[in-house]
């Protein structure tokens, strides 16, 4: 079993930054990919970005040229990196580990931006 656990959410007005960090354990074996995902009241759950162990990384639209994802290999942590944050971003972001043994999630962590 994989465990995730986010941290780094909180209240932030528009324009400002958060970092959010996600740090794995358990049974990782090699990982594919990490990623964030949100999911806004009313709204589906989405991509916002993932890092794959090759390749770059993929950022959705609405977030490309403010959010940055990346990764420390040897924490098994992922980070991503918020700036110029909108009140559209405000949504639970959900940690996303892939790898052998299938798909974990986070217990998801709370971004409120404050217009």
Same mark, same amino acid.
């Given at each position: 079993?994989?465990?995730?656990?986010?941290?780094?959410?909180? !209240?932030?007005?528009?324009?400002?930054? !958060?970092?959010? /960090?996600?740090?794995? /354990?358990?049974?990782?074996?090699?990982?594919?990919?990490?990623?964030?995902?949100?999911?806004?009241?009313?709204?589906?759950?989405?991509?916002?970005?993932?890092?794959?162990?090759?390749?770059?990384?993929?950022?959705?639209?609405?977030?490309?040229?403010?959010?940055?994802?990346?990764?420390?290999?040897?924490?098994?942590?992922?980070?991503?990196?918020?700036?110029?944050?909108?009140?559209?971003?405000?949504?639970?972001?959900?940690?996303?580990?892939?790898?052998?043994?299938?798909?974990?999630?986070?217990?998801?962590?709370?971004?409120?931006?404050?217009?």
């Amino acid at each position: 079993q994989v465990q995730l656990v986010e941290s780094g959410g909180g !209240l932030v007005q528009a324009g400002g930054s !958060l970092r959010l /960090s996600c740090a794995a /354990s358990g049974s990782i074996f090699s990982i594919d990919a990490m990623g964030w995902f949100r999911q806004a009241p009313g709204k589906q759950r989405e991509l916002v970005a993932v890092t794959a162990s090759r390749g770059s990384p993929n950022y959705s639209d609405s977030v490309k040229g403010r959010f940055t994802i990346s990764r420390d290999n040897a924490k098994n942590t992922v980070y991503l990196q918020m700036n110029s944050l909108k009140p559209e971003d405000t949504a639970v972001y959900f940690c996303n580990l892939k790898n052998r043994g299938g798909y974990y999630w986070g217990q998801g962590t709370q971004v409120t931006v404050s217009s």
